[in-house]
């Protein structure tokens, strides 16, 4: 069964750079999630989309932003990168915002020097 | 705020017996709980869910308990097996809100 895409599987940036990470939801999913998890920590939710628009948001800070696109793919872009943003990013994809299950992908981890 | 936490943060059974891993969720409002496995750079693994409307939901090996009077949830893995050895993690969330994660428990298997 097709999965939640993440790219990239890795990524590595100076301080102050800028990135861009995407999100492929399992076909059919409408509703995109994304998740910051620090080494040792639990997932901690940044932003979720709904049908192209924003529906609930988290810790997420104002250096980054995010959109779901309308083939329902989603983009995280994080600027004026710091060595504090080094983590995995997961996005996660659920059919409606309810009581359905959220499927993760398998991260970006971003490391910041 | 309010927010899901786990009892125990390490559990060791032996291969071929029972685990339980308990979980202390405090948002009474919170509808819906999934309990996901985590394996070392992979992300999180759906393992079963659960509504509010239920106390109890069995799968293959597993079966959550759903407790709301005491706000407490639990995952049990019958026969557990070298690779159920993973951090696992329960959330809750609230209609369509966001979905809380609480800390961890790392289980492992000994054989």
């Known amino acids: 069964a097709a999965g939640v895409i993440q790219s990239p599987r890795h990524l590595i940036k100076e301080k102050r750079e800028t990135a861009t990470l995407k999100c492929y939801p399992i076909p059919r999913h409408d509703t995109v999630y994304w998740y910051q998890q620090g080494p040792g920590q639990d997932p901690q939710f940044l932003i979720s989309?709904?049908?192209?628009?924003?529906?609930d948001k988290g810790s997420i800070p104002d250096r980054f932003s995010a959109q779901q696109f309308s083939d329902y793919h989603s983009e995280l872009n994080m600027s004026s990168l710091e060595l504090g943003d080094s983590a995995l990013y997961f996005c996660?994809?659920?059919?409606?915002?309810?009581?359905?299950?959220?499927?993760f992908g398998n991260g970006t981890r971003l490391t910041v020097t | 705020g309010e927010s899901v936490g786990l009892h125990l943060p390490t559990l060791s059974v032996q291969e071929g017996d029972n685990s339980i891993i308990n979980c202390a969720y405090s948002?009474?409002?919170?509808?819906?709980f999934i309990w996901y496995k985590q394996e070392s750079g992979k992300g999180p693994q759906f393992i079963i869910d659960i509504r509010s409307n239920m106390d109890k939901r069995q799968g293959q090996r597993v079966t959550v308990l759903l407790n709301k009077t005491v706000k407490h949830l639990s995952l049990q893995i019958a026969a557990t097996q070298p690779g159920d050895s993973a951090v696992y993690f329960c959330a809750e969330k609230m209609s369509a809100r966001q979905l809380t994660f609480g800390s961890g428990t790392q289980l492992t298997v000994l054989p």
């Open positions: 996660a994809s659920s059919l409606g915002q309810g009581g359905s299950p959220l499927h």
């Open positions: 989309f709904y049908e192209k628009m924003q529906s």
């Open positions: 948002n009474s409002a919170s509808d819906y």
